[in-house]
């Protein structure tokens, strides 16, 4: 059965994909309480990481945006391997984003708006949350983004 959470995100052109799995020696999610974090998630599609490079040198403010959105989609489908529903979500507590960035570039809110934007899409007043946005010279696997989101859920 589909979530309202994913008929709302299907009415915006998304689906949650198959939860990724971890590229290392960690979990890619835990829940402690009333709260499920997730991992670094990176803008992979399947095993093909979707986008590399440098923003602001390699590519867009744009491309960098729809890495966001990708990882974002993970991150949910991180949530959803760990409760069972996103219905289950009560808030998005917190969003860490990472750009991998060209020395000058500095607009990484932007990027991670692409993330924060499908949150608000997929959650309403419920996906608004607290937020990081760093540059960093190098990400794993060259990737252009790395996203971790908290997320409060119910019992």
Not at 6 to 32: D, M, N, S
Request: charged content about 20%.
């Amino acid at each position: 059965m589909t979530s309202n959470v994913e008929q709302r995100l299907k009415q915006h052109g998304h689906e949650i994909p198959a939860a990724p799995e971890a590229v290392g020696f960690y979990v890619p999610v835990i829940r402690t309480g009333n709260l499920v974090i997730t991992s670094g998630q990176l803008p992979m599609v399947g095993k093909e990481l979707m986008f590399k490079g440098k923003v602001g040198k390699d590519l867009s403010e744009a491309d960098g945006a729809n890495a966001a959105r990708i990882c974002a989609l993970n991150a949910l489908a991180q949530i959803k391997s760990c409760i069972g529903s996103l219905d289950q979500v009560t808030r998005i507590v917190r969003v860490e984003g990472y750009v991998q960035s060209a020395e000058g570039f500095t607009k990484q809110p932007a990027v991670i708006n692409g993330a924060s934007e499908l949150l608000v899409q997929a959650f309403g007043e419920l996906g608004k949350h607290t937020r990081i946005a760093v540059g960093a010279n190098e990400l794993p696997l060259d990737a252009t983004v790395e996203l971790v989101v908290w997320a409060e859920v119910g019992n």
